[in-house]
């Protein structure tokens, strides 16, 4: 890097946020992220230091001598809403700092889809509006507003001294974007790092910032972060590596980041890499990955629910069943079978859907026996991540995958008793929210009852209250239910309301057809808890003797 590529001079807050017309953050930058613990952390060390030393920020120098910021705002944003709260709390003159003009110094409006200049503006004028409680800049600012209203006169007074005499270094590109989001990735490379795909994002954008496609790059990127969603950007960029470098060992975070970044090199590699993760396609590896994650294929309706033979709403029902059990680990193999960019691949998944169907029921009711015994699902962790490369590099058909992946799991080594008896011991008690056996029966009958509905609640027909009574937490007086309207009512009561619900809910339906009566109704449930684990086996065993070469 050239010595006339940039500069560097260190500032006073106060002189800093004088100088500064404007402060832009781009669209493609991460949102707000800071949690209380860090403004905490910000005040209370600014309080107790006078010259303390805030950090460095990035910036890129734009017309109209706009700081368009390329590392330091989660800093920057947090200085703007302290200096706001000291107006409103205490009273003190900071506006001057963080407006020009009479306009807010700060632009997000780029990094946040619906106006984020609202958002600030907003917490300026102290009239925050109810749909802006989302925004985590309004989060902090409560936060750090409630804090100042606890403090006495004279540490208001330090705390304001001691924020416009804080030192911050400013590292200012004199020729372009792309030197400083060079000196950002070698930054945080170095120790400890930001999340893996912030270094990813400006790595790329270091060779492809200056092209002609610069501003599309940008918006295809904001829009790949916001469709995957925050909770799994890293997950993502693991994937990522996983299909490209079509690795069969498992790659940590560190290994998936350092992968990567091996494969950027020029504009050409850039540009590649981030039409993989981020190319604005129906068939786009981001939208898949996001679907799956999210547990909504409906989503991937445009470009694999056409087919006559497919119905993709059927799959997402099971699909939901999977983020019910959280049997994340098969997610990869999941993104691998619905990834279907080529058209031969289409015609293999449109062949083979009844059989994918079969095979996911049947994963799911392998995963809710071994969680009925305690078995972890990390165990076949890398057996997916092995399976879901064979896929994507067509190492293998989908039938042949199916069938191999059955026998590496030894689903045939289940035995009926096995099965059976751990679902008979299940002991289903509700007064424990989060009793692991009570949602286990829950699965166990939808499965049986073909019954995939989300957010069902369990029912004790003879209710909780009779907890002597030693068919109360049998899987056989348990009920799936829409909504627990019958709670603790008595058996004849709760019959009839059962009928009212019967044409509804399948399960309400298959146990009043066993002709229940407030006679036999202790009898039939003591049937039904043998007969929802023999037929649990029997959809397992069939299923399984069809996908067993």
Same mark, same amino acid.
């Given at each position: 890097?050239?010595?006339?590529?940039?500069?560097?001079?260190?500032?006073? =807050?106060?002189?800093?946020?004088?100088?500064?017309?404007?402060?832009?953050?781009?669209?493609?930058?991460?949102?707000?992220?800071?949690?209380?613990?860090?403004?905490?952390?910000?005040?209370?060390?600014?309080?107790?230091?006078?010259?303390?030393?805030?950090?460095?920020?990035?910036?890129?120098?734009?017309?109209? /001598?706009? &700081?368009?910021?390329?590392?330091?705002?989660?800093?920057?944003?947090?200085?703007?809403?302290?200096?706001?709260?000291?107006?409103?709390?205490?009273?003190?003159?900071?506006?001057?700092?963080?407006?020009?003009?009479? $306009?807010?110094? =700060?632009?997000?409006?780029?990094?946040?889809?619906?106006?984020?200049?609202?958002?600030?503006?907003?917490?300026?004028? /102290?009239?925050?509006?109810?749909?802006?409680?989302?925004?985590?800049?309004?989060?902090?600012?409560?936060?750090?507003?409630?804090?100042?209203?606890?403090?006495?006169?004279?540490?208001?007074?330090?705390?304001?001294?001691?924020?416009?005499?804080?030192?911050?270094?400013?590292?200012?590109?004199?020729?372009?974007?792309?030197?400083?989001?060079?000196?950002?990735?070698?930054?945080?490379? &170095?120790?400890?790092?930001?999340?893996?795909?912030?270094?990813?994002?400006?790595?790329?954008?270091?060779?492809?910032?200056?092209?002609?496609?610069?501003?599309?790059?940008?918006?295809?990127?904001?829009?790949?972060?916001?469709?995957?969603? /925050?909770?799994?950007?890293?997950?993502?960029?693991?994937?990522?590596?996983?299909?490209?470098?079509?690795?069969?060992?498992?790659?940590?975070?560190?290994?998936?980041?350092?992968?990567?970044?091996?494969?950027?090199?020029?504009?050409?590699?850039?540009?590649?890499?981030?039409?993989?993760?981020?190319?604005?396609?129906?068939?786009?590896?981001?939208?898949?990955?996001?679907?799956?994650?999210?547990?909504?294929?409906?989503?991937?309706?445009?470009?694999?629910?056409?087919?006559?033979?497919?119905?993709?709403?059927?799959?997402?029902?099971?699909?939901?069943?999977?983020?019910?059990?959280?049997?994340?680990?098969?997610?990869?193999?999941?993104?691998?079978?619905?990834?279907?960019?080529?058209?031969?691949?289409?015609?293999?998944?449109?062949?083979?859907?009844?059989?994918?169907?079969?095979?996911?029921?049947?994963?799911?009711?392998?995963?809710?026996?071994?969680?009925?015994?305690?078995?972890?699902?990390?165990?076949?962790?890398?057996?997916?991540?092995?399976?879901?490369?064979?896929?994507?590099?067509?190492?293998?058909?989908?039938?042949?995958?199916?069938?191999?992946?059955?026998?590496?799991?030894?689903? $045939?080594?289940?035995?009926?008793?096995?099965?059976?008896?751990?679902?008979?011991?299940?002991?289903?008690?509700?007064?424990?929210?989060?009793?692991?056996?009570?949602?286990?029966?829950?699965?166990? =009958?939808?499965?049986?009852?073909?019954?995939?509905?989300?957010?069902?609640?369990?029912?004790?027909?003879?209710?909780?209250?009779?907890?002597?009574?030693?068919?109360?937490?049998?899987?056989?007086? =348990?009920?799936?239910?829409?909504?627990?309207?019958?709670?603790?009512?008595?058996? /004849?009561?709760?019959?009839?309301?059962?009928?009212?619900?019967?044409?509804?809910?399948?399960?309400? &339906? &298959?146990?009043?057809?066993?002709?229940?009566?407030?006679?036999?109704?202790?009898?039939?449930?003591?049937?039904?808890?043998?007969?929802?684990?023999?037929?649990?086996?029997?959809?397992?065993?069939?299923?399984?003797?069809?996908?067993?070469?």
């Amino acid at each position: 890097m050239k010595v006339n590529d940039l500069s560097a001079k260190d500032y006073s =807050i106060e002189d800093y946020f004088a100088e500064s017309k404007t402060f832009l953050i781009p669209r493609y930058q991460r949102s707000y992220a800071w949690e209380k613990k860090n403004i905490v952390q910000l005040l209370e060390d600014v309080s107790k230091e006078e010259g303390y030393y805030i950090g460095n920020v990035i910036v890129n120098t734009s017309q109209n /001598d706009e &700081k368009e910021i390329i590392d330091g705002q989660q800093r920057i944003i947090s200085i703007f809403l302290i200096l706001i709260a000291l107006h409103h709390v205490a009273g003190m003159n900071t506006l001057e700092y963080v407006l020009d003009n009479g $306009n807010l110094k =700060i632009n997000i409006e780029k990094r946040i889809e619906d106006s984020g200049v609202s958002v600030m503006s907003s917490i300026l004028d /102290d009239n925050i509006a109810s749909t802006m409680k989302k925004y985590n800049e309004v989060a902090r600012y409560k936060d750090i507003a409630s804090i100042l209203k606890k403090y006495e006169e004279n540490q208001l007074e330090t705390l304001r001294k001691n924020l416009l005499k804080a030192k911050i270094v400013e590292i200012k590109f004199l020729n372009g974007e792309k030197r400083a989001h060079e000196m950002f990735v070698n930054l945080n490379t &170095k120790g400890k790092p930001l999340e893996e795909i912030e270094i990813i994002k400006s790595h790329l954008f270091k060779y492809l910032i200056e092209g002609e496609n610069s501003d599309q790059y940008k918006e295809e990127w904001y829009e790949m972060l916001d469709d995957i969603g /925050d909770k799994y950007h890293g997950k993502y960029l693991q994937n990522i590596s996983l299909f490209k470098s079509l690795t069969k060992k498992k790659q940590t975070a560190k290994e998936s980041l350092n992968y990567l970044l091996g494969e950027i090199s020029n504009e050409e590699t850039a540009s590649s890499v981030f039409g993989f993760m981020a190319g604005d396609e129906n068939a786009s590896l981001f939208r898949v990955y996001s679907a799956v994650k999210n547990h909504d294929l409906l989503r991937l309706k445009t470009y694999i629910g056409h087919e006559a033979e497919i119905s993709i709403d059927m799959l997402d029902q099971i699909w939901k069943m999977y983020g019910q059990v959280k049997f994340e680990q098969f997610d990869v193999v999941m993104v691998a079978l619905l990834y279907i960019p080529s058209k031969e691949k289409k015609n293999l998944f449109s062949k083979n859907y009844l059989d994918i169907i079969k095979f996911l029921k049947l994963v799911l009711l392998f995963q809710i026996h071994n969680t009925v015994h305690r078995v972890s699902p990390s165990t076949y962790t890398n057996r997916f991540e092995t399976a879901a490369i064979e896929l994507y590099s067509n190492q293998k058909k989908i039938d042949a995958m199916i069938s191999d992946l059955v026998n590496d799991l030894k689903i $045939n080594e289940v035995t009926k008793e096995h099965m059976i008896s751990g679902i008979k011991s299940l002991k289903c008690s509700g007064k424990n929210k989060n009793n692991r056996d009570l949602k286990i029966a829950k699965f166990i =009958i939808q499965m049986v009852d073909g019954y995939y509905a989300v957010d069902l609640k369990a029912e004790h027909i003879i209710c909780e209250k009779n907890q002597d009574d030693e068919l109360v937490y049998e899987i056989g007086n =348990i009920l799936p239910v829409v909504k627990d309207r019958y709670k603790d009512k008595e058996i /004849d009561k709760k019959l009839q309301m059962y009928k009212e619900d019967a044409m509804v809910n399948v399960s309400i &339906k &298959k146990f009043l057809d066993q002709g229940v009566t407030e006679d036999n109704y202790r009898e039939i449930i003591k049937e039904r808890t043998n007969k929802i684990a023999e037929e649990f086996w029997q959809l397992f065993e069939g299923l399984r003797n069809e996908k067993i070469r």
